[in-house]
């Protein structure tokens, strides 16, 4: 056989040999990048049953207990029926999507108000029984009958919050609105992430969620205080949305025959409301110029030294049964001195 022919054999049989090599190694790595994934899986989530982090919460809450709305104006809804433990306090929703009783859609001889609201309103980290509505409900019902329904969803904007009321709210023909403004609400519907379904890994939602803290602490585009003040900004269109389902709420309110008010909630890292002072009274402003009857409790927590002492955790600002108590207290009187107004 020619040296030439047995030179090509050679090299022809050598490459077979390199090709399935490289291909049991590429086999090797994958086996390997699987179990350590499916152990780094297990591993995290016996982590977390120990221990609670406040993005693996709200990825869980989103999942599980919530559904698309079916109306791209409310983005999301509380599954019906649901329950599970989050922030380590039990959560569950009623039949109509509501972390609420069941109420009758047919009125009794109770006063009835409709709580409209985000996270906030919904009492997120806390019990039910420790929100101000349910605190409020308790303390008003001492002198006269009265139900509060609580509308509240967390990840909501005020566009969603208005949306949810003329949904399912009406039905219920409350004598009045009480809807619980928070600085972010000026944020645009978000869109669903075509990537939503990466959250049922635990483990890359943990990481995910710390590589951005990283990046955010190290090479921060804008912090949490130039955010929200940009929400604001002329022409921003989250801003125009709100302001746009205040006055259809309103509107809506006044033909029904339905008392609105609007409270807003203080921002819990800047309890001086020396940061967002700006903001506040830009919307205040905007609810006095249209009639809309409202209060402020920006400075409701200025007295606090420490503002953590109010949060539901270290690394979540969200008000705690502390802050919800002294909420429900401070807008007692601003509810209760509503005229009846019935239909």
């Known amino acids: 056989?020619?040296?030439?022919?047995?030179?090509?054999?050679?090299?022809?049989?050598?490459?077979?040999?390199?090709?399935?090599?490289?291909?049991?190694?590429?086999?090797?790595?994958?086996?390997?990048?699987?179990?350590?994934?499916?152990?780094?899986?297990?591993?995290?989530?016996?982590?977390?049953?120990?221990?609670?982090?406040?993005?693996?919460?709200?990825?869980?809450?989103?999942?599980?207990?919530?559904?698309?709305?079916?109306?791209?104006?409310?983005?999301?809804?509380?599954?019906?029926?649901?329950?599970?433990?989050?922030?380590?306090?039990?959560?569950?929703?009623?039949?109509?999507?509501?972390?609420?009783?069941?109420?009758?859609?047919?009125?009794?001889?109770?006063?009835?108000?409709?709580?409209?609201?985000?996270?906030?309103?919904?009492?997120?980290?806390?019990?039910?029984?420790?929100?101000?509505?349910?605190?409020?409900?308790?303390?008003?019902?001492e002198t006269r009958p009265t139900e509060i329904i609580n509308f509240g969803t967390g990840n909501y904007n005020t566009a969603q919050e208005v949306g949810l009321f003329l949904a399912k709210g009406l039905k219920y023909r409350p004598d009045e609105v009480v809807l619980f403004y928070f600085i972010n609400d000026a944020e645009v519907t978000p869109a669903k992430s075509k990537l939503w379904f990466l959250g049922y890994s635990e483990l890359i939602s943990f990481y995910w969620s710390r590589i951005n803290s990283l990046k955010d602490r190290y090479a921060p585009s804008q912090d949490f205080a130039g955010y929200y003040s940009a929400l604001y900004a002329e022409g921003q269109p989250g801003w125009k949305e709100a302001r746009a389902a205040l006055l259809e709420l309103k509107e809506t309110c006044r033909e029904s025959g339905i008392r609105l008010r609007v409270v807003l909630l203080p921002e819990l890292h800047d309890t001086r409301n020396e940061i967002f002072a700006g903001v506040y009274g830009g919307v205040a402003e905007f609810l006095g110029q249209n009639g809309i009857e409202h209060l402020n409790l920006a400075r409701l927590f200025e007295a606090r030294a420490n503002p953590m002492e109010l949060w539901v955790s270290y690394d979540d600002a969200h008000p705690n049964a502390i802050a919800h108590r002294a909420v429900a207290e401070s807008i007692a009187e601003f509810v209760a001195t509503t005229e009846q107004v019935r239909r």
């Open 1 to 141: 056989m020619p040296d030439s022919v047995r030179f090509a054999r050679s090299r022809a049989g050598g490459g077979a040999v390199n090709t399935g090599e490289a291909i049991k190694r590429l086999l090797a790595v994958l086996m390997a990048l699987g179990l350590f994934l499916v152990l780094g899986e297990v591993l995290i989530r016996v982590y977390l049953g120990f221990n609670i982090a406040y993005d693996i919460e709200m990825t869980r809450y989103a999942l599980y207990m919530k559904q698309d709305a079916g109306d791209p104006r409310v983005g999301h809804v509380h599954r019906p029926n649901s329950a599970m433990r989050l922030m380590g306090v039990p959560v569950e929703i009623n039949s109509d999507g509501l972390r609420d009783k069941e109420y009758p859609v047919e009125r009794g001889d109770a006063y009835r108000i409709a709580f409209l609201g985000d996270s906030l309103t919904f009492g997120w980290g806390v019990k039910q029984e420790e929100t101000f509505q349910y605190l409020l409900e308790e303390k008003l019902s």
